[in-house]
C-alpha cells in the first residue's frame, strides 16, 4: 500500500464518528484517484467535511491537511491553467504601469525641463560689436547712473564680467550723471532718470554700422522703478545689459516657467536674477572665449558717426522712447535706418499688462521724492 492509502487510513481512524459513511468510500489504490468515477466527488466532499469540523478537538492537523493537500494535488491541470490566467493579468497590469511611467518621464524631460534652443532667426537673432577675432569682447560700461543705483550697476557688471565660460572683459568708468544717456562710440552707457509715462522699466538702444554694433545705452525708468520692488529694478539692470552685449531674449512668454535668467520675460522676476549659464554660452558662440592669461582690457579707438546720422538718431529716439514709432513689434523691439550704413536698434522692456500701476498713485509718489 503506497503512502497517500497510509494517509487515508489513519485519518478515517481518527475521525470515525464524523467520517465512518465517507472513509468507506475512499478508494484503496492510487489508480482509484485518476478514474473520473465518484470517487473524485467523494475526496472532495471529505476535505469539505474536514474544513467543517471542529479543529480544536479531533485528531492532528497535519495529518487532514496533508491528506487533502494530497488528494488536491492531483488537480495539477486546473491549477496550472488558474495559475496562468493570474500571472497573464499581473504581466498586463504591471507593463501598463511601466510604460505609463515611462511616458510621464519622457513628457516631464522633452517639455519641462528643457532650456529653449536659441533661434537666429528674426527678432531673437543677436547682434554683435564690431570688435575682431574669437578672444572676447572688450569693453568700457560709462556710470552715469544716480548713487542709488550703484549697488544694481555694480552686482551685474561683476555677474556679466564672470561667466562660465568667459567671453566678456569688462572695465567701468564713473562720468556725470547723466539722464538723456547720450551715446558714446564704442562703450556701454548705463543710465537713471524719470523718463515719464511711456510704458517701459528699461530701454537699450544700439547703434549699428553695417551690421555691427558701435554703440550702446540703457536707460532705467524712475517713474515706474523708483517705487518698485529690489527684485524688479535688479531684473531690469540685468536685462539691459544683456541687450548692450548683443543679446536677444530668451523667452517672451511672461507666464511660462522661469528660465532662470535675466533675458527671460517673467511677472516672477526674483527667479530670474542672474545671466543664466545659457546666455554666457551665447555669447561665446559670439565673441569666443577670454584667454586664461590675457584678463588686460584693450580698448579700441572708434570714429564717431557723421553729424547727419547724429541727429537723425537724436530725432528717431525721441519718436521710439515715447512710442510714437510704428516700427516697432508688440514685445517692444523696434528698428530704424539712419542712412549712411547705420541702424539703431531699441529694446524696450515694456510693462506687462498685469504689473501696471495706477498711474496716478505712481506721480504722486514719484512728486514727493
Not at 58 to 73: E, F, I
Not at 106 to 120: A, E, R, T
Request: include cysteine; proline fraction near 4%.
Amino acid at each position: 500500500m503506497n503512502k497517500l492509502s497510509e494517509e487515508k487510513e489513519r485519518v478515517a481512524e481518527s475521525y470515525p464518528s464524523t467520517l465512518s459513511n465517507e472513509v468507506t468510500s475512499i478508494p484503496e489504490h492510487d489508480n482509484d484517484i485518476e478514474q473520473p468515477s465518484t470517487s473524485s466527488i467523494r475526496e472532495e466532499r471529505l476535505c469539505d467535511n474536514y474544513s467543517s469540523t471542529t479543529r480544536t478537538s479531533r485528531g492532528p492537523k497535519t495529518t487532514r491537511d496533508s491528506l487533502c493537500n494530497a488528494l488536491y494535488h492531483e488537480k495539477t491541470p486546473r491549477s496550472l491553467l488558474d495559475n496562468f490566467k493570474k500571472g497573464m493579468f499581473n504581466t498586463t497590469i504591471f507593463a501598463f504601469v511601466c510604460i505609463f511611467g515611462l511616458c510621464v518621464a519622457l513628457f516631464v524631460f522633452f517639455n519641462l525641463d528643457q532650456k529653449p534652443k536659441y533661434s537666429y532667426d528674426g527678432q531673437n537673432k543677436p547682434e554683435r560689436w564690431s570688435r575682431t577675432g574669437q578672444n572676447g569682447l572688450n569693453i568700457i560700461i560709462y556710470n552715469a547712473l544716480e548713487k542709488r543705483w550703484h549697488p544694481y550697476f555694480h552686482e551685474y557688471v561683476q555677474q556679466w564680467d564672470n561667466g562660465e565660460p568667459d567671453s566678456l572683459r569688462l572695465k567701468t568708468i564713473r562720468v556725470a550723471v547723466d539722464s538723456n544717456c547720450n551715446a558714446r562710440i564704442g562703450r556701454i552707457k548705463v543710465c537713471n532718470g524719470n523718463y515719464g509715462d511711456t510704458e517701459w522699466y528699461g530701454v537699450n538702444l544700439l547703434l549699428m554700422r553695417n551690421g555691427y554694433i558701435r554703440a550702446s545705452t540703457a536707460k532705467m525708468n524712475d517713474y515706474y522703478l523708483q517705487t518698485e520692488t529690489k527684485s524688479r529694478k535688479r531684473f531690469t539692470m540685468c536685462h539691459e545689459m544683456g541687450h548692450a552685449f548683443g543679446l536677444a531674449h530668451t523667452d517672451e512668454n511672461h507666464h511660462n516657467a522661469n528660465l532662470g535668467d535675466c533675458m527671460d520675460y517673467t511677472t516672477r522676476p526674483e527667479g530670474n536674477l542672474s545671466p543664466g549659464e545659457y546666455n554666457h554660452q551665447i555669447l561665446a558662440q559670439i565673441y569666443g572665449t577670454i584667454p586664461s592669461k590675457s584678463r588686460q582690457l584693450k580698448d579700441a579707438e572708434e570714429d564717431d558717426p557723421p553729424e547727419a546720422v547724429i541727429a537723425r538718431y537724436k530725432n528717431a529716439l525721441e519718436r521710439i522712447e515715447h512710442n510714437n514709432d510704428s516700427n516697432c513689434d508688440n514685445e517692444g523691439r523696434c528698428v530704424e535706418d539712419l542712412g549712411e550704413g547705420y541702424q539703431m536698434i531699441v529694446n524696450k522692456f515694456l510693462i506687462h499688462q498685469d504689473w501696471k500701476h495706477d498711474t496716478s498713485n505712481t506721480i504722486d509718489k514719484i512728486k514727493k521724492l
